[in-house]
């Protein structure tokens, strides 16, 4: 499907729900070798994956440094190809070349560090960077330059420099570019361990907004809390999926994400603290916001209990 035309489609939300349960990414026993000098004995980074990824769906991939994340995020979009196995993005095979623009189109990629992925000296010409290498044409091209800006809410700043930018705002204007492409997947891979807590924020309501408008998100990262309220988290450890399922299924598994080596979020492990000394706290409080105002509700009940 060539996106042409305006602005990134509000109805996509609609076409998500019509074409439900379709899984825009399927990975099917999937490994991935790197290749070294020929004395050295390789493990593969990814060792027997399957997985498939639902259109519209907001996927999180955590897991230990070295696990496969970076590795399993190139392979979806055709930077790395398969050693064996198969990974298809929208019904192309990564490896079939006659396709691997299909791909790319289809797959944008946000990576940790906005300074390796802002190419120009004026924020407007690096949005326009990739729709030009896609031969758009120029009005075309202006459009979606003033869309992708205005949907990271950086289009006043169009004219600037983007090294007078915040951490945050940079990462912004990657991911217009991103957007500029008009992508159906967005891989984020630990977009936000370079970003100060602001920037965090600025970046993770931005995905969560993509989310809504019905882009396919999967998000890499090492912040716990930012898994809390996506769909689906899998969990990689030594290239293979460890645990995968819905953020109130995983961190209910709190001794087995500990052993792969991994923080809980915050109000988790408070919680699993409280319930170890007796306290009942319901499985599904996964944020502090939520544990406070439990933590509350009891209290009070607790106090209008004594008092009667
Ligand atoms: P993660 O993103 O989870 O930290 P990676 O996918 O980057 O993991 O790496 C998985 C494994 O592949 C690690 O053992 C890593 O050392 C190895 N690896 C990653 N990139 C390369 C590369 N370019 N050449 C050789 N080995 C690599
Ligand atoms: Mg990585």
Same mark, same amino acid.
């Given at each position: 499907m060539q996106h042409e035309g305006n602005p990134l489609p509000k109805n996509r939300k609609k076409e998500t729900e019509r074409l439900a349960q379709?899984?825009? =990414?399927?990975?099917?026993?999937?490994?991935?070798?790197?290749? +070294?000098?020929?004395?050295?004995i390789n493990l593969p980074?990814?060792?027997?994956?399957?997985?498939?990824?639902?259109?519209g769906s907001f996927t999180a991939v955590i897991g230990r440094n070295g696990s496969g994340k970076s590795t399993l995020a190139k392979s979806i979009n055709a930077l790395v190809l398969p050693t064996s196995g198969s990974v298809i993005v929208d019904g192309f095979?990564?490896?079939?070349?006659? +396709?691997?623009?299909?791909v790319r189109q289809r797959v944008g990629m946000v990576f940790q560090n906005p300074d390796n992925q802002l190419v120009s000296a004026i924020v407007e010409d690096d949005v326009a960077f990739g729709p030009e290498n896609l031969g758009i044409n120029p009005d075309e091209i202006r459009t979606r330059i003033r869309i992708a800006l205005e949907s990271v809410d950086m289009y006043e700043h169009r004219k600037m420099a983007p090294h007078l930018l915040s951490g945050g705002q940079k990462q912004r204007i990657a991911i217009a570019g991103v957007l500029a492409m008009h992508p159906d997947i967005v891989?984020?891979?630990?977009?936000?361990?370079?970003?100060?807590?602001?920037?965090?924020?600025?970046?993770?309501?931005?995905m969560k907004q993509l989310h809504e408008e019905g882009i396919t998100v999967v998000l890499i990262t090492h912040f716990m809390e930012e898994t809390i309220h996506c769909d689906?988290?899998? =969990?990689?450890?030594?290239?293979?999926?460890a645990i995968e399922g819905s953020p109130v299924e995983i961190f209910a598994r709190t001794?087995?994400?500990?052993?792969?080596?991994?923080?809980?979020?915050?109000?988790?492990? =408070?919680?699993a603290g409280l319930r170890a000394?007796?306290? +009942?706290?319901?499985?599904?409080?996964?944020d502090t916001d939520g544990l406070v105002k439990y933590i509350v509700s009891e209290s009070d009940t607790e106090m209008k209990r004594s008092k009667a």
């Open positions: 379709d899984s825009i =990414i399927q990975i099917h026993d999937l490994v991935y070798t790197y290749r +070294h000098r020929e004395e050295e980074a990814i060792n027997g994956i399957s997985l498939d990824v639902e259109r095979k990564t490896d079939e070349e006659a +396709h691997l623009w299909d891989i984020f891979d630990e977009p936000t361990a370079m970003l100060d807590p602001g920037g965090r924020k600025e970046v993770l309501d931005i689906r988290i899998v =969990i990689l450890d030594k290239g293979r999926v001794e087995e994400i500990e052993a792969l080596g991994l923080r809980l979020p915050f109000a988790v492990e =408070i919680a000394h007796g306290i +009942h706290v319901p499985q599904d409080i996964l």
